[in-house]
């Protein structure tokens, strides 16, 4: 994980220039595809200097002319590529965290990524009387990580859950 780093603002013409030349403008209400650097994953990366930032980061500040830092900018539409400032939204890592469970996407737990089908499969296997032992041997994950995953708290709900990790 990386840290979230403020934007080194004010963006000169030629920066914008170049983010610009990444994707088209269209229609506020699809979504504009990143054609630059993006990871596996299909996150958009832009370069500036030494520093790679995510750019519906880049995107965000540049039609709100101000840093969304220390904030997370998370997507209405679900697509990492998207720079559709009206897609994206303002929230803490807590909100992101949430939001990415909700559509499915896993959270860390301790050290371990919980995905949603996993929860579902231990709920099933706990509905049908399996000891839980077996169940963490199943997926291997620790007892405290599968209670965790099942009751909570998530990892959003706990205050000393670090704000600045990630994206
Ligand atoms: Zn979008």
């Known amino acids: 994980m990386s840290k979230l780093r403020p934007l080194p603002m004010p963006f000169d013409a030629s920066l914008i ?47 709100h002319g101000s840093d969304p830092h220390p904030y997370h900018v998370c997507h209405t539409c679900d697509n990492p590529r ?24 896993g959270m860390t737990q ?16 706990r509905a049908e009387g399996v000891p839980w032992r077996a169940i963490s041997a199943r997926f291997g994950i620790g007892l405290t990580t599968i209670r965790r ?3 909570g708290p998530y990892p959003w709900e706990t205050s000393t859950y670090e704000q600045s990790d990630s994206q």
Not at 94 to 100: F, I, K, L, P, S
Not at 110 to 119: I, S
């Open 17 to 63: 220039n170049r983010f610009r030349s990444f994707y088209a403008e269209g229609d506020l209400e699809v979504c504009w595809g990143w054609e630059g650097a993006a990871t596996p994953r299909g996150r958009g990366h832009f370069g500036i200097g030494d520093t790679t930032y995510y750019a519906p980061r880049i995107a965000y500040a540049l039609h």
């Open 110 to 125: 301790g050290r371990r990524k919980v995905w949603q089908k996993d929860v579902e499969g231990i709920k099933r296997l």
């Open 149 to 151: 995953a099942l009751k």
């Open 82 to 105: 998207c720079v559709n400032p009206k897609h994206l939204w303002l929230g803490t890592h807590a909100d992101n965290m949430r939001d990415r469970w909700a559509k499915g996407k």
